[in-house]
Every structure is written in structure tokens, then in C-alpha cells.
């Protein structure tokens, strides 16, 4: 066994060397991209403001190329006349059946369900008609999600004001 001992070791400190020059030559790994620093609620706030105003600016002016882009694919609108999905309501900006004069939006109140998902109610007030019936004042809500970065239109509902 003595004999052997020598050439045990030998063969023992080759695997080792050879196992420490495996690990040297590793790649080392990318470092992650640093995450976009977190906004605070009160820039999410303004930020979900100024898209709502557009969103209502476009509608005003019969533009539907702000919903095409703020509005998800799968989002849904609540309304007087029912539910209907992003498909429906371009086609109803394309038919511009509103005539809006101005408009207003008030109370802003923004609640955080978590960090890509916001709910923005306000009031809303137009000089609008709309199939030839004067708008009426609104409560309203309107469900945003982070996605890719850019926060989109979910939901959309409004409710009368008394």
C-alpha cells in the first residue's frame, strides 16, 4: 500500500487542479438588468391622471389612437348600455356618436390593489351630447395594470351622478 500512496496523492492533487482550473475558466454571469426604480404612488397618481384626461380629450376629439394604445386588448367597459370589450368601444369612437364641447375631471382618488394594478376614480362632468341626449355628470372608475411597463386600461365603469 506504501508503494501506492505516492501515486494516490499524485493522482488526488491532478483531479483537484484540474476541477479548480474547471471552475476558473466558468463564465461568470451577466448581471441582471437593474430594475427601473420603483414609483411612488404619487407619480403613479399622476401619471393614471394625465392618461385619463388624454384618454377623455380623445374622445372629445373623435381620436380613437389613444385607446388603441392605452387600452389593453382585454379590457372591458361598463356602461349604460351594457359591457363591452376594446374592439366595440373603437368602433363606437370610429362611429362618433358624442359631441363633446368640454369636459371635467374631479375628486381623483387613486387605490393601489398591488404594484402593477391601480383603481382611479373620479367625477366626471362633460358639455357633451351623446345620440342626441345631453351627458349627465359621473362617478367613474377606471382599473389600470402594469404590463411590459406601460400602464393599461382594464376596466372602465361609470355610474350616474345623482
Known sequence: MKKYLPLVI?????????SLAQEATKPTPEPSPKPKPAMSKAQIQKSLIATEKKL??????????PFKAWVAADSIGIGDQGIQGKAALLKDMAAGGCEVKSFELTDFKLTMIDSDAAVLTYKGSSDATCG?????????STTFVRRGGKWL????QETIAK
Open 10 to 18: 499524485t493522482l488526488l492533487l491532478a483531479l483537484a487542479s484540474a
Open 56 to 65: 377623455w380629450e380623445a374622445w372629445k376629439n373623435k381620436d380613437s389612437k
Open 132 to 140: 342626441g341626449e345631453a351627458t349627465k355628470p359621473a362617478w367613474a
Open 153 to 156: 386600461v382594464i376596466t372602465h
